[in-house]
């Protein structure tokens, strides 16, 4: 579960010197900097880490780190132990049905939601990045293409505005990654298959029911029929 050095400069770039950002910009930078942890698969489910080692490796004081970890530990995608150690909660079958229950219901509805405001200049970048996963499936760049994957999705869901739906499902995204992280390093990233094409020309053709049935194959053909086979040889 360590987050490496070169995990970490990807995320919120540290401050100048001679600058002190506020308390406020620091644990905003945390909280960006472990969210992008969780949501490609630098923490392992199961496998512990420190308060402080965290906050060496982010190079902050333990307070905000501590801020953060708590309340990702609230949205249930990581658990504070009470020694101080942090982990990702492990994955178990019922847990995993819940939260594929959970995506089936929201993001559809989301999908749906932001239709009447996407244009086509986001499904030309809807496909530009859908082109960069493509090239990360072949490659078995499984890391890059979590990020990417989520950055497809998100792209769709933040266009609906929601104050209420987009934050679930965020929830739900840190607490699933990590494991299906795990999945792609025992079968690899070449047999996956992704309906982002489906979802695309859904969105070029305004077309609300096959953007709901494009997101709904996508998750259970991803993450429903992967995790499933990986949990039940566990």
């Known amino acids: ?35 992008a942890g969780l ?25 905000p780190v501590r801020e953060v970890l708590q309340r990702l530990a609230a949205e249930n995608a990581l658990e504070v132990k009470p020694n101080g ?7 178990t079958p019922a847990r995993f049905d819940e939260v594929l229950k959970a995506r089936l219901l929201l993001e559809p509805e989301l999908a749906e939601l932001a239709l009447p405001h996407l244009t086509p200049g986001d499904a030309g970048n ?18 890059a293409y979590m990020r990417l994957n989520h950055a497809f999705h998100f792209s769709i869901y933040r266009a609906s505005g929601s104050k209420v739906l987009l934050p679930l499902i965020d929830s739900l995204w840190l607490q699933f990654a990590p494991f299906m992280r795990t999945v792609y390093g025992r079968v690899g990233t070449a047999s996956l298959v992704d309906r982002h094409k489906e979802a695309i020309r859904a969105v070029e053709l305004r077309d ?25 040889g566990t």
């Open 1 to 35: 579960m360590p987050l490496r050095r070169s995990a970490l400069q990807s995320g919120p770039t540290k401050p100048e010197a001679g600058h002190t950002p506020s308390r406020g910009a620091t644990r905003e930078q945390v909280d960006a900097a472990i969210r």
């Open 39 to 63: 949501l490609t698969g630098r923490f392992i489910p199961g496998k512990a880490v420190t308060i402080r080692g965290l906050a060496t490796e982010l190079g902050v004081s333990p307070m």
């Open 85 to 91: 150690r942090v982990q990702v909660p492990d994955m």
């Open 126 to 143: 809807l496909q530009s990045i859908d082109n960069d996963i493509d090239d990360r499936l072949i490659s078995g760049d499984a890391e």
């Open 208 to 232: 609300k029911e096959a953007l709901r049935s494009a997101i709904a194959a996508d998750i259970s053909e991803g993450m429903g029929l992967l995790g499933k086979e990986i949990l039940a």
